[in-house]
């Protein structure tokens, strides 16, 4: 079928380049032409329709300057839509979905995506919700401050900071995804070049692509990214801003050593742009080597944009963080998360508030400590004991992920070995799934011990190995 | 200060146009060049910088392109930024901010926009959180489906939707607010067209102004938008969608026709466009003679993305609404709605479900209906009978506000008018807040009855009526 033989010219007063334009972009919208698929080349197009080459050139210029096409050099236009979810992704998606609303007793969630076990004290929150409706009344259900309940934003800057920010800076945010979608809104637009780790966190990826940025994907090394290829990048080209999660980065597990994170506020500074900073786990530290001293501490030009996450060590399920802005940006900041959704649920903001300035949350993120130490370690012991041979792993130190490379002699690709471990009821994360490209991360994948016990992560990782060994054989077997 | 001094080109791998473009973005992203300001002519720019003049011609262009500049024929090139409120905007907003930290006793409020009363009963709230914290445990704080908590749909689905809808479409979301930026991302790019009402929702404008998209705005009538100029935009332009308040459109609080809802439903499907329909109040129907059929209801096509707000029905604070997806959206939605917040927080989507499919719900809509029918009537006797030669306004048969437009004798701008009854603690909303153009909506003001009750009322409206009588005597005085 032609689908371009119901196109006409509707009206003289728009150019004509204009019209051929939208008119592909309703096509793409509507899913006529897919993600990748060739536009038809100038000439033949410019014949289909009765135009000359000019017009089809600067149509196609218009639709690349709008994120709706990208060129090949030598081979032509490719139709460019809002990211959709590879079949992978969706696969890998649909699976979590599908365990996340059955019974999680018999499931090993190496993902850490799912969130059966909380170790949350249900009673403590229901204490604290009561505390805060009794305290406070109807007034528990208001916003008395835009940026978010005043008392909270005083108590994170008193307990966390010390008071060294200002109060103003502060936004409270329905989690880091959210931080990281406002962050995007308020100083990110379309076309402009950013440098994000490689491999990072997906849900950064998409909100990046989604507002139609530049990507500039530069590799990890065992102290924070490859500061040689940073620095080309910014040589390069105008980057506005460097999305980082300074502590155990994700899934590489990986913490900034604290002369690299002078270095790069240093080249923020010379390059000019920011540097947003993703803490969504530094309250788990196991080992005294690492030293919590984030981006945000070392700032002395306020070139930082902080995102903090509580999900992981307050409640699951329960949206909340908050965001500190450098002042240039405070404003728009503030405006971008009043356009998002006004401001976050109130009860919500005093409990945590109640919860943070009594003795509760210290005694909690230390028991948290206490339970993820245990599984580390013995996770730890695991890998070097039984799998010393088959994988590779980088020490975090503390968080909830491993992420593991296979050797040679073991190498499967990671999406199948999810597809095989996934049928044995045990879940990993595959590499593939924090790389802009699905080509990469095929040898390796993440587990996290967020959901599984001690004696979960026992039964997983023998039913990692016997599978591990399996594939081996098989490949072996084929081979001869 | 010469702001292009400083100006180098970096490299030679990279166009000089697109060096241009990108160092002129930078300084009005620094607020070097402000919003508004005049380039420099093509001619002035190619001498200083010491290229010719097709650069400089390209470069605007590729700034023109990506919403960083605009062009006034004959006069040249403008720079425009993200959205940043205008003084008034700011102004109110500032005031609004300061009234709702403090003490609210005194202060009579018609912009309905602090929430000092909360009608709803605040042990109603207790009781259910507590059930559900009871009933459901730890469960309570997790999501069970990406989409809401699933019970929730399904409820939404069965009293809402007499089970017509999928549960597939139906995404929970933080509020409107969050709705209109779901939409927005998830179907609007950058220099789409898109018909809004005029005058229209503030908080819409701005998301659509910060995605950068064309806005066409067409005129209120009493049953609905300008149905000829609605059509005359359609024909001349590819429009993406319209943005409607169905009923007790905010501010005009005109709810429309069916007949109108039919038309505007066929054209949808003749232009190709989407509505989305922002039902955030019709719940509160006063007269039987307004019947409650939204768009969704008479929509055969899967045209219309509708997005139902339960703040100001169900709790403030407690950012909660939903959306019905067209099937061919349906996956984009969910996934800009993943994209922005991951989820909705759980355990006020369990209250919320609780409180909807027991009784307590319909009670509720009928207390709330009570109360505010009886300020309503209280508020409409009043204009009726005191201010019938001062103003003119369109009567809403629900919901909670009127718009008041001043007549001619007793005209005053209606921003100074704030700014006069602020000092007497008497808070209105001037129309230019609900216009793009600060020049629009000047005889105008919202009243909004949802924080003021019958004496608050009456108090109000006397203040309100010496000052516009003191501003006329003034206006008087002048011209003797």
Known sequence: MDIYKDFTFKDNDIPKYIQVANYIKSLIDKRKIKEGDKLPTIREL??????????????????????????????????????????????????????????????????????????????????????????????????????????????????????????????????????????????????????????????????????????????????????????????????????????????????????KKKRILDLAEIYDFYIIEDDYLSELIYENSLEYVPFKWLDKNDRVIYIKSFSKIFLPGIRLGYLVAPEVFSETLQNSKHNTDITTSSLMQRALELYISSNKWKKNIK?????????????????????????????????????????????INTKELFIKLRKKNVYITPGAMFFTSQNDGQDSFRIAFYQTDKEKIEKGMKILKEELILAKELRYDKLN
């Not at 196609?60 to 992978?88: D, H, T």
């Not at 799998?387 to 503390?398: A, C, H, Q």
């Open 367 to 411: 028991n948290l400590n206490d339970e993820y130490i245990k599984r580390y370690t013995h996770l730890k012991t695991i890998l070097d004991s039984e799998f010393k041979d088959m994988l590779t792993y980088n020490d975090p130190k503390g968080g909830l992920n491993f992420y593991i490379t296979l050797k040679d002699e073991f190498k």
């Open 46 to 259: 410019s014949k289909k329709l009765g135009v000359n080459n000019v017009t089809i050139v600067s149509a196609y210029n218009k639709l690349k300057s709008e994120g709706y096409a990208y060129q090949k050099v030598g081979s032509g236009s490719y139709a460019k839509r809002k990211e959709v979810a590879s079949n992978f992704r969706k696969e890998y998606s649909n699976a979590l979905k599908k365990i996340s609303m059955g019974d999680l007793t018999d499931v090993i969630d190496f993902t850490g995506e799912t969130t059966g076990e909380v170790l949350f004290p249900i009673d403590d929150l229901k204490g604290i919700i009561n505390e805060v409706l009794e305290r406070d009344g109807a007034n528990a259900l208001l916003s008395d401050n835009r940026n978010g309940y005043t008392n909270l934003i005083y108590t994170i800057n008193k307990v966390f900071w010390n008071n060294k920010l200002n109060d103003e800076d502060i936004i409270i945010i329905s989690g880091a995804q959210q931080g990281i979608d406002i962050a995007s809104k308020g100083i990110l637009n379309i076309n402009d070049n950013i440098i994000v780790e490689k491999p990072t966190y997906v849900g950064a990826l998409s909100v990046f692509k989604w507002r139609k940025v530049n990507l500039f994907e530069v590799p990890i090394d065992e102290d924070g990214i490859n500061l040689n290829k940073f620095e080309k990048i910014l040589q390069k080209n105008e980057i506005k801003c460097f999305y980082t999660m300074s502590y155990f980065q994700n899934p590489t597990g990986v913490s900034y050593s604290i002369e």
